[in-house]
């Protein structure tokens, strides 16, 4: 991993990443890329396999045949045993109802979307980019164990990028399957409704309190000192609130406002996400009471400083 500044965030480039490709990552792990690049998911989501003799697929990945054929081919001479899903964006989970079609293996991991209330306007109802057809076997409690021939996997809750978020912890190799909440080639994109920043940051805590040594992401090569990683995507974010305090300060209200002087020079296609991104720190403000909002939560929402 690249070194990291006080100040910013200097992400890794490819790192192997070849769509399509099956690599081994590990005595236990093998890797397979989905081709679903973009500028959200990097080359592709990233499809793990667990085990040798006994398997459990993570994140299966969009509904391609190809890859789900990919996948099905590259456990031949095996069991699928389990089929484990961290979120259910629709990067991640919907190719889990074919595979499980195709080997009779349980779906387990996260609970369904549920839509979260209180928001107005456009968020209202925003499920756009959620798996609403995923039907878990078991949705998976924090702490819960998955044991398989050889290997043991273990859930850990980490809400944030999504409200049902999970983690899955490999206990053989004090590894850990960390979903879209801790990638090497970005920072993990936190945008209500259903995301975050108060469960977001919380989670990083929870990793850090963690001892695995090596994180395998949905999307990029591997976080290799997950815990200097994590530090770093905790200040980034900090930093970040700090700019949009003093936007508040400075009298900017209004979400667009905001992001105009906060991403400087953002590529146009991604103001979206950036206007998202910025509500989930505005909310986290507002819950603990360093802000005021006047209307419903969204992005029409105007703020201002306490007493502003």
Request: glycine share 10%.
């Amino acid at each position: 991993m690249k070194a990291i500044a006080d100040d910013e965030l200097i992400f890794e480039g490819p790192q192997e990443a070849a769509t399509g490709q099956m690599t081994r990552l590990s005595p236990l792990v093998r890797r397979l890329i989905a081709n679903n690049p973009s500028p959200f998911t990097f080359t592709g989501t990233c499809s793990y396999i667990v085990g040798e003799e006994e398997l459990a697929i993570i994140d299966p990945g969009p509904l391609d045949e190809a890859h789900i054929e990919a996948l099905l081919q590259a456990a031949a001479g095996a069991k699928i045993a389990h089929i484990l899903v961290t979120h259910t964006h629709r990067d991640h989970s919907p190719a889990a109802a074919r595979l499980k079609a195709a080997t009779g293996a349980p779906i387990l991991g996260a609970r369904p979307y549920r839509p979260r209330a209180g928001f107005a306007g456009a968020l209202k109802g925003l499920d756009a980019s959620h798996d609403l057809a995923y039907a878990p076997d078991l949705a998976l409690e924090d702490g819960a164990r998955i044991e398989g021939r050889g290997y043991t996997i273990e859930a850990v809750a980490t809400p944030g990028h999504a409200a049902n978020h999970l983690a899955f912890a490999l206990r053989e190799e004090s590894a850990l399957f960390s979903g879209d909440h801790v990638m090497a080639w970005s920072t993990s994109i936190v945008a209500p409704p259903d995301g975050s920043m108060g469960d977001y940051m919380a989670s990083l805590d929870k990793l850090r309190a963690r001892g695995e040594t090596i994180f395998w992401p949905g999307h990029g090569g591997p976080v290799r000192e997950p815990q200097r990683w994590m530090r770093a995507l905790g200040h980034h974010r900090r930093q970040r609130e700090a700019s949009i305090l003093a936007r508040i300060e400075a009298g900017d209200g209004a979400v667009p406002q905001i992001v105009a002087k906060v991403y400087e020079g953002l590529n146009p296609a991604l103001v979206g996400a950036a206007s998202l991104s910025t509500l989930a720190h505005l909310e986290d403000l507002v819950a603990r009471g360093r802000i005021a909002m006047e209307g419903e939560l969204g992005l029409s929402a105007r703020f201002s400083a306490i007493g502003g």
